[in-house]
């Protein structure tokens, strides 16, 4: 999906919006044309340059802050250079074997993969990054144990879904029973509930279970009633993020007042809801500054992909400021993409 807007723009405007962008991006401070004249257009007269600016600042895709002063990109101007690029996402800047070592050798299940994956993602780009697993309640389920823990007295539940995941969970119970009977139920569950998924077992465990020898025992009908708790995956435990530290490297976040007022966006709990409502089009991979409906983020690009492979679905994304590096960001993001789905 692309945001949609209708804007002429004659090929020497564009020449001219792309480079006081990229000039933005590294400089952090606004263009002149004596600067694009001299880096640039060494073709093009200092007036002529002016000329396509100011055309350029009329379609509110650059502004500037002094009349004497140089030009800075708009949200609209960012847009505007972004789509101007198609299709670039095929450059072998960022090697991907490099990427498959390192996740490599800190990572031994999918929760230290995605964990590992959230760490470099935002050290090789720069931004604060987010991976984030949706449609967990499609998981299917692999394997059922349940053990005793504390002096055995209490009983924790552990599943293994075809995702990689394993969620471990303390049952509410305290009741002391032979391992050999523990043993016997957990029978009972395997061959009953392996191979559906957590969404079918929520709602039809009762149906599955009712003609098993040991329904009406106290474990199996702690498990029966409590199974939408049991058999569900918290969101939190989909998302794993880097530190906002990144972002204290740009400028537009040393302020401590742009950076603390950010900070709350950052929650786990409030980034599930914005990336669910925000890119609920899964084709969408990009929302800079003003196109966004939080305001929150009203200073920040957001720039994102989806990945999927057999059992899992899922979005990387990086946050930092509008003044970014775009296409190198989309790249790094498409290698880890792809990295991701090999190993998952």
Known sequence: MKFSYQINIEPKELSVLNAVVESYIDLCKPISSNYLKKHYFKNYSSSHIRFLMNSLEKKNLLMHYHISGGRVPT?????VYVDSFGDILNHNEIKKDEIEKKLDSSSENTEQLLEATAYMLSKMSNMYSVVMLNDNDSSILKNIEIVNI???????????????????????????IKTSFIDKIVLELKNKLIGLSLFQIQHSIIHRLNDTEN???????????????????????????????????????????????????LDKKYLINYFENAFSDSSL???????????????????????????VLGRLAVIGPKRTNYINKQIILKKFTEVIQNAL
């Open 215 to 265: 329904y009406n025992h106290e474990l199996i009908q702690v498990i029966i009633n409590d199974s939408k708790k049991y058999f569900s995956i918290d969101k939190e435990k989909l998302i794993f993020t880097s530190s906002a530290g990144a972002l204290l490297d740009y400028p537009e976040f040393q302020d401590i007042d742009q950076f603390q007022r950010i900070l709350p966006a």
């Open 75 to 79: 949200d609209l101007g960012y847009r």
């Open 150 to 176: 504390n002096s055995d007295s209490r009983l924790m539940m552990i599943l293994t879904l075809d995702n990689g995941l394993i969620r471990s969970i303390v049952l509410n119970i305290d009741l002391k």
């Open 285 to 311: 991979e990009m929302i800079i500054g003003s196109e966004n409906k939080d305001s929150i983020f009203s200073n920040c690009a957001i720039i994102s992909m989806n990945f999927e492979c057999d059992s």
